[in-house]
């Protein structure tokens, strides 16, 4: 099975930052990772898919870039509404797996 | 509006079994893959079981292998996951989860998930 590991656990962040989250596949993966938010209480949502694809809807502060096993998730500058629990996740071959999650947490 | 709604959740003991089931609207339901994937408490996602829109692949986690069974119903527009043998470690939020795609490829995201159906193995 491929792992998926997220960088950092969590994090601290201001309204305004620049935000970055890594996640490392453990084989090539190429392009196929998968980003989602999840905000307390509620279903996750998907972001990004393909690395780099911005799903319908989702605002342009959302950023996804690389492949092979390294990944990046940017928030341009950081909102109210980006406070949550993002999740990486491999679409290369079953099983699929999800990194353990990256929390974003207000300063 | 594309809506998926599990239920069947509840308290059950170990080695005991549980049926979930999702009931979908808003979509042809054979034109798509559909998933299960559970949140333990204060836990990560973990992807569970997957069915390709004809049920012709199956895939599980191998931490279920042989245990659960994924299943379909187009014509009534539902999913299902039996779950035997259930352990201590299965207690988790359970959501049911649409694909993008037919199947099982590379390009593959989950684009509408359910609120989830919770499972608590306990005795």
């Known amino acids: 099975d491929i792992q998926m590991t997220q960088s950092p656990s969590s994090l601290s962040a201001s309204v305004g930052d620049r935000v970055t989250i890594t996640c490392r596949a453990s084989?090539?993966?190429?392009?196929?990772l998968n980003w989602y938010q999840q905000k307390p209480g509620k279903a996750p949502d998907l972001l990004i898919y393909a690395a780099s694809r911005l799903q319908s809807g989702v605002p342009s502060r959302f950023t996804g870039t690389g492949s092979g096993t390294d990944f990046t998730l940017t928030i341009a500058s950081l909102q109210p509404e980006d406070f949550a629990t993002y999740y990486c996740?491999?679409?290369?071959?079953?099983?699929?797996?999800f990194g353990q999650g990256t929390r974003v947490e207000i300063k | 509006e594309v809506q998926l709604v599990e239920s069947g959740g509840g308290l059950v003991q170990p080695g005991r079994s549980l049926r979930l089931s999702c009931a979908t609207s808003g979509f042809i339901p054979e034109h798509y893959a559909i998933h299960w994937v559970r949140q333990g408490p204060g836990k990560g996602l973990e992807w569970v079981a997957g069915?390709?829109?004809?049920?012709?692949?199956?895939s599980y986690a191998d931490s279920v292998k042989g245990r659960f069974t994924i299943s379909r119903d187009n014509a009534k527009n539902s999913h299902y996951l039996q779950m035997n043998s259930l352990r201590a470690e299965d207690t988790a939020l359970y959501y049911c989860?649409?694909?993008?795609?037919?199947?099982?490829?590379?390009?593959?995201?989950?684009?509408?998930w359910g609120q989830g159906t919770m499972v608590t193995v306990s005795s």
């Open positions: 989860v649409k694909d993008i795609l037919l199947g099982f490829g590379k390009l593959s995201r989950f684009d509408v």
């Open positions: 084989q090539s993966i190429s392009i196929y």
């Open positions: 069915i390709s829109y004809n049920s012709a692949n199956i």
């Open positions: 996740q491999q679409s290369y071959s079953t099983p699929w797996t």
